[in-house]
């Protein structure tokens, strides 16, 4: 552990899920009662904004009354102490990560409290309601969407999101399925570069074979845990 200097942590639904935000896929899971064509795609934005508009308002809405839980502050804590770099991407487009006070923090797939203009393409904090005939406060069009990254666009900030895993001495990924790329591929660039890899998850994702180590359990109790043992080593 003592070797270890740089790390990259990726993050999905599962860390969220115990301040009582509904993952994806699974019973119960988001996409069983949506279609995800018809409100995470570039299409559906197209065919019916106000549905799609009306499914994230919702989600956005929710924010107001989840917490950050005990994973969130450990990442939190792990990037307030860590001395070397750093860099926790999520694919979460909630907000918990830096309500527990992480700062070395992407979002790859958009962030609900942030609205983009597709005319003029400027990034706008949102908290409230984003009906579809909002203007935009730089250009005045028509043309904000929730900044969410659809099925079919391309995730943020890739370039960075590479630079830092050809750069990582240990990948790791929590609460994350691994059905969605390009996420799901990072722990075979990681491992391309020589990182090593750790996998923590309820049960076994779509790419457990991938990590050198897979710890299963709820994240709250595991990524604590995990935290401590790494800044003893640290
Ligand atoms: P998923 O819903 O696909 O997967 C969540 C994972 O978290 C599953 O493997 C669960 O077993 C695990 N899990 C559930 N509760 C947990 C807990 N308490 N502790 C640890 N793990 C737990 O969510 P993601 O992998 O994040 O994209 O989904 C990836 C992307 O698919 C999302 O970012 C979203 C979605 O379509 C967009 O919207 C662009």
Do not use: K
């Amino acid at each position: 552990m003592a070797r270890l200097r740089n790390l990259v942590i990726l993050t999905g639904a599962g860390v969220s899920a115990e301040s009582g935000i509904a993952t994806f896929r699974g019973p119960g899971g988001l996409w069983e009662g949506h279609r995800v064509e018809d409100v995470c795609t570039p299409e559906a934005l197209a065919r019916d904004p106000a549905l799609v508009h009306r499914f994230y308002d919702l989600r956005r809405a929710a924010l107001d009354t989840v917490e950050p839980n005990a994973a969130h502050h450990a990442l939190a804590r792990l990037d307030a102490a860590w001395p070397g770099d750093l860099l926790i991407v999520t694919q979460n487009v909630d907000d918990l990560h830096e309500r527990a006070g992480a700062s070395r923090l992407l979002h790859m797939h958009g962030e609900l409290r942030s609205a983009l203009c597709a005319a003029c393409g400027i990034r706008e904090g949102w908290a409230e309601a984003l009906p579809p005939e909002t203007e935009c406060p730089n250009c005045g069009m028509l043309a904000l969407r929730p900044d969410i990254v659809f099925f079919g666009e391309m995730p943020y900030q890739m370039e960075r999101i590479e630079a830092a895993l050809a750069a990582a001495d240990l990948f790791v990924s929590i609460g994350t399925s691994g059905a969605v790329y390009p996420a799901a591929g990072f722990v075979q660039t990681a491992r391309h570069y020589g990182a090593a890899t750790l996998e923590m998850n309820l049960e076994p994702s779509g790419g457990s074979h991938w990590f050198e180590e897979s710890r299963m359990g709820p994240a709250g109790a595991l990524v604590p845990a995990w935290v401590e043992e790494l800044l003893a080593g640290a």
